[in-house]
């Protein structure tokens, strides 16, 4: 049976655990929100208490690198361009509020027809090859595994024109009610607000309940506009409202994006916020993926667990810019800021699954936490750890991840002294 809150689209091709495993690293707010406004104090000497001569950073670098100053090709450049586009895209909680549950699979760039997978089963990713896709991005979220099932996918699609975006949208909707389970056959359906709009609906089940389903394909300029909705509760008047509402945030955000010439992608700069200098790189043997790179804060929230309290927290603490790679790194205001941020990583493990338990600290650093949290392995037919460790460098704060506790200890200690080296 498709777990609740993942599209049925992507259910048959669930192949990215290597994905889901990136954005899982992602530093997390939580439900928990600390009452009152936070001091925010001044920088001291050595905030974190570290002790450099106990660090072990094994063989991982400790000194900042230059990454490449553009992408330099346009296979490159497309997915820079996706990753700007994130924050052109509206999220799902700020359609409704109760859809927080980060879809990993479906929260990513697309920077090529081929990843479209993720949204949508061929031949839908040929239609979009076939009018010149260019680039894209993809945001899901859903409700909580214990509420009534309530899922959105919204998904800001690029093409080389008008007419090129209004062909796409009219073929991959047409095609989409072809191909979508064939026993529940979809039913055209008008987008209160949005004659522009060419949305169906169809019955569903989820949790082994009937639910709704909607969706939408919108053409917008150069651009398709996505939206993909099931509600356990309301029928189809709940999931086409909940469709408008998503139109009536995407057209305006979009608007207010500036996209980059074609002809520009290879020159986008590689490190937009200047971060992944100082960010643990990958290994040698380590494969890179699309969300992997450097976001301002209106993106970053995209990879929360807990966007809502994030956006919060970013405000409060000054946050400018997130990069992910081997590790995640958040700058903040000054150290307290940082503090901040890491404080409301480590209430998520110690208020969430009763699967995760403290481990034992990064040597060197005496207000890093490190977690072990056990998941079911289905391979292994047993619970297998995945080691989590949170910490501060200065105003920076981070997050490691391994299935081992060694690891985890010797990325935080690399990446720890990557931040405070001059």
């Known amino acids: 049976m498709r777990p609740a809150g993942v599209s049925p689209r992507a259910w048959h091709l669930l192949r990215v655990a290597a994905v889901a495993g990136v954005v899982a690293v992602a530093l997390s707010s939580c439900a928990t929100v600390i009452a009152g406004t936070p ?81 949508f089963p061929k031949p839908v990713p040929d239609i979009a090859e076939k009018h010149g896709y260019l680039t894209g991005f993809s ?15 919204l998904a800001v699609l690029r093409f080389p024109d008008e007419p090129s975006a209004a062909a796409a949208a009219t073929e991959m909707a047409a095609e989409q009610m072809k191909v979508l389970l064939p026993d529940n056959v979809a039913v055209p359906t008008p987008i209160p607000g949005h004659p522009e709009a060419i949305g169906t609906t169809r019955p569903g089940t989820a949790k082994d309940k009937p639910t709704t389903v909607a969706e939408a394909f919108t053409a917008h300029g150069p651009y398709v506009l996505y939206q993909w909705t099931e509600l356990e509760n309301g029928g189809i008047d709940a999931a ?33 916020v200047n971060l992944l200098l100082r960010t643990l790189p990958l290994g040698p043997d380590d494969k890179a ?43 903040a205001r000054d150290p307290e800021a940082a503090r901040l941020i890491a404080d409301l990583a480590t209430q998520q493990f110690k208020s969430g699954s009763n699967d995760d338990h403290p481990a034992a600290e990064v040597p060197g650093l005496p207000k890093s936490q490190c977690f072990d949290r056990r998941t079911d392995s289905i391979a292994m037919k047993a619970k297998q750890s995945q080691f989590y460790c949170v910490a501060t460098a200065g105003k920076y704060a981070f997050k490691t991840s391994s299935q081992q506790l060694d690891d985890a200890h010797q990325q935080a200690a690399a990446q720890y002294l990557m931040l405070v080296s001059p």
């Open 240 to 272: 086409t409202s909940m469709i408008t509402r998503a139109l009536d945030l995407s057209v305006p955000r979009i608007d207010a994006f500036r996209p980059t010439e074609t002809w520009g992608f290879a020159n986008l700069p590689s490190d937009p």
């Open 139 to 153: 945001s899901g979220r859903a409700a909580g595994m214990e509420e009534p099932t309530k899922t959105l996918i």
């Open 39 to 119: 001091r925010i104090a001044a920088d001291t000497t050595n905030p974190d208490n570290a002790d450099i001569g106990a660090l072990r950073p094994g063989n991982y670098p400790t000194q900042p690198r230059q990454p490449r100053p553009r992408a330099g090709s346009q296979a490159a450049g497309a997915i820079f361009e996706a990753q700007r586009m994130a924050a052109a895209t509206v999220g799902p909680w700020e359609v409704d509020p109760d859809i927080t549950r980060v879809l990993s699979v479906n929260t990513t760039p697309v920077p090529t027809a081929a990843s479209l997978w993720i949204d």
């Open 289 to 331: 993926y699309p969300p992997m790179g450097s976001y301002p804060p209106a993106a970053a929230l995209h990879y929360e667990t807990d966007p809502l309290a994030s956006s919060r927290l970013f405000d409060t603490a000054g946050v400018d810019g997130m990069s992910m790679i081997n590790t995640v790194v958040y700058r």
